[in-house]
T-cell receptor
Framework: LAKTTQPISMDSYEGQEVNITCSHNNIATNDYITWYQQFPSQGPRFIIQGYKTKVTNEVASLFIPADRKSSTLSLPRVSLSDTAVYYCLLYGSGNTGKLIFGQGTTLQVKP | GAGVSQTPSNKVTEKGKYVELRCDPISGHTALYWYRQSLGQGPEFLIYFQGTGAADDSGLPNDRFFAVRPEGSVSTLKIQRTERGDSAVYLC?????????????FGSGTRLTVV
C-alpha cells in the first residue's frame, strides 16, 4: 500500500513552472522522499531525493517542510518532453530497496 | 551493458500457456528486482534478488509465478498457466547498492498480453 498521496493529473503549458505536491503524513524518521519520472513505454527514472529542506539538481528542485509530512517537486520551465508520470515515494535507508509506487501524477504539458 | 535489457519487448500468448521473461541487468549489479505494471497504475513489486538468491518474494501473486537468477546476473521470470489478468508490463530493475536511491536502473519492460 502506497504511503504517499499525490494528484492524479496536472496540466501545464510550455515554459511554466510546475509544482507537484505529495502528502506523506506517516513518514518515518529514516524515510527519504524520492521522485521518479516515467515516460510511456519506458521504466521509471530517478529524478531527485531529499530528507529535509531543499534539494536541487539539474532537473528539478524538491522542497520539504520542517514537519516532512509533505513535499513539493518543482520543475522549472517545463517543455513538451516533460509530459510524463511522476511518482513520489518514501525510501527508508537500509531497506532492501523495494520501492512502493502509488498511482503517480500524470503531467500533461501543452504547447 | 549500458542499461538493463529486457527481452522480449512484447509477448502475446494464449491463456493457459507458459511464458518466460528475461532480464539482463547492468554488469556488476548484485541486486535485481521485478515489478509488474498494469495500465494506469504504478509499478507493483514482485521479487528481489541479492546475488543468486531471492531475498524477498513477497510480491509474487501466486504459485504460477516464479523467478530465477542462477548465476547472479541474468534473471528469468516464469509464469505458468497464464491468465488474462496477467497481462501487464513486467519491469526489471538492477542496483549496485540498494541502500541508495541512485543505484536503481529500470529496463523498458516486457509487455505481456494474454489472449
Amino acid at each position: 500500500l502506497a504511503k504517499t498521496t499525490q494528484p492524479i493529473s496536472m496540466d501545464s503549458y510550455e515554459g511554466q513552472e510546475v509544482n507537484i505536491t505529495c502528502s506523506h503524513n506517516n513518514i518515518a524518521t529514516n524515510d527519504y522522499i524520492t521522485w521518479y519520472q516515467q515516460f510511456p513505454s519506458q521504466g521509471p527514472r530517478f529524478i531527485i531525493q531529499g530528507y529535509k529542506t531543499k534539494v536541487t539538481n539539474e532537473v528539478a528542485s524538491l522542497f520539504i517542510p520542517a514537519d516532512r509530512k509533505s513535499s513539493t517537486l518543482s520543475l522549472p520551465r517545463v517543455s513538451l518532453s516533460d509530459t510524463a508520470v511522476y511518482y513520489c515515494l518514501l525510501y527508508g535507508s537500509g531497506n532492501t530497496g523495494k520501492l512502493i509506487f502509488g498511482q503517480g501524477t500524470t503531467l500533461q504539458v501543452k504547447p | 551493458g549500458a542499461g538493463v535489457s529486457q527481452t522480449p519487448s512484447n509477448k502475446v500468448t494464449e491463456k493457459g500457456k507458459y511464458v518466460e521473461l528475461r532480464c539482463d541487468p547492468i554488469s556488476g549489479h548484485t541486486a535485481l528486482y521485478w515489478y509488474r505494471q498494469s495500465l494506469g497504475q504504478g509499478p507493483e513489486f514482485l521479487i528481489y534478488f541479492q546475488g543468486t538468491g531471492a531475498a524477498d518474494d513477497s510480491g509474487l501473486p501466486n504459485d504460477r509465478f516464479f523467478a530465477v537468477r542462477p548465476e547472479g546476473s541474468v534473471s528469468t521470470l516464469k509464469i505458468q498457466r497464464t491468465e488474462r489478468g496477467d497481462s501487464a508490463v513486467y519491469l526489471c530493475a538492477s542496483s549496485l547498492n540498494p541502500g541508495t536511491e541512485y543505484g536503481y536502473t529500470f529496463g523498458s519492460g516486457t509487455r505481456l498480453t494474454v489472449v
